[in-house]
Structures are given as C-alpha cells and as structure tokens.
T-cell receptor
C-alpha cells in the first residue's frame, strides 16, 4: 500500500536556524515525490518535486530510495517560511492522484 | 490564486441530508481531483475525473458520487450525511501543460450537525 509518513506534527525553529522536515514513504515501485505548502490564508500549492532537483525559496529535498525518505531542508529559516508542509507521492509522473502525509506545521520564531 | 474555484465556501447541514459541492478547474486543465481533509485522516483522495470520464477512485464512500460536465466543471454529491462527513473538501485541477502539478481550490468546509 502507498503511504506517506510525516512524523512531526509541529516543528518550531528560530530564524536563521537550519530546518529539516521529515518525510518517509512506502511504495512498491518508483513513485514521484512532492512537497506542497500552505501559507496562512492561502491555497495548497506545489513547492517542489524530486525529479526537478531544484531549490525553491531556499528549500531542497533529495530522494533517498534506500531509506525511502524525501526530507525537506533549508539551511537558514526565515519567518515567511512558517506554514503547513505536506509531503506527497504519486504513482508516476503526470495526471495521477496524490497520496499525502498528514503534514507538519513549521513555525519560525523571530 | 490558482484559478480553481469552489462553491460554496461553507456549508452547514443536518444528518441525513444531501449536498452538492461544485468545482471549476483552471482553464486548460482536463483533470479534476476531489480530496477530503479531516483532522484525524489528513488529506485523502476521493476521486478523479479526466475530460468527463472517471479516471481513478480512492477512499470514496458509496454515499458519495461525482461527475464532470462537458464544460469540465465538476460536482461532488454527498448524501445521507453523517457527523463524520464534516470536513474540508478540496478540489484540484491538473492534466495541463505541467501535468505533474495539481492546482488546489480554496476548499468547501462542510459541517454536519
């Protein structure tokens, strides 16, 4: 069965500190992994996907197939990073439903 | 603003009733996905339509049904409502140029009393 686990419901860090939001998945095959973010009073939106290997807003995420993990990292947290972060997977690229983790609320303290 | 619209924003109804949630996808997107977000279950996929046809089914109850119309808007029908159906219902659209990306609407908050 497909499953995404985000072990932390809430993560609080100080501004300027490194951030790591954990995500583990189980899937028999080669899924595509995503991070979606929801800022206060805004819609859920795509932050990044593992295939693109981009850095978005200073965030990166590397897919570790051996550990079945896709942790989201940022070296220096900013107050505007405070939001709800969801890890998600889909069966393959393009036009397929997402399986979401339960989300981690990141709070960056000034 | 993702361009996906959902109506109504809020809905309060009684147990046993039936409601219809509406979603209009972004221009150019052929897929509509419905997700349910509850406190205990998180965001769960219900059903996907692509260009009018059912494409994938998730954890959707038999009391729930959906359809996608020729103009590509979609409706989610929830019947014989129970207290446990209270949740935030999100619609997302996709299947356009960036086919891997889903664009979410603002959600409809359903409260069953």
């Amino acid at each position: 069965a497909q499953r995404v686990t985000q072990p932390e419901k809430l993560l609080s860090v100080f501004k300027g500190a490194p951030v790591e939001l954990k995500c583990n998945y189980s899937y028999s095959g080669s899924p595509e992994l995503f991070w979606y973010v929801q800022y206060s009073r805004q819609r859920l939106q795509l932050l990044l996907r593992h295939i693109s290997r981009e850095s978005i807003k200073g965030f990166t995420a590397d897919l570790n197939k051996g550990e079945t993990s896709f942790h989201l990292k940022k070296p220096f947290a900013q107050e505007e990073d405070s939001a709800m972060y969801y890890c998600a997977l889909s069966r393959y690229s393009g036009n397929t439903p997402l399986v979401f983790g339960k989300g981690t609320r990141l709070s960056v303290i000034a | 603003d993702s361009g996906v619209t959902q109506t109504p924003k809020h809905l309060i109804t009684a147990t046993g009733q039936r409601v219809t949630l509406r979603c209009s996808p972004r221009s150019g997107d052929l897929s509509v996905y419905w997700y349910q977000q509850s406190l205990d279950q998180g965001l769960q996929f219900l059903i996907q339509y692509y260009n009018g046809e059912e494409r994938a089914k998730g954890n959707i109850l038999e009391r729930f049904s959906a359809q996608q119309f020729p103009d590509l808007h979609s409706e989610l029908n929830l019947s014989s409502l129970e207290l446990g159906d209270s949740a935030l219902y999100f619609c997302a659209s996709g299947g356009g140029a960036r086919s891997y990306e889903q664009y979410f609407g603002p959600g409809t908050r359903l409260t069953v009393t």
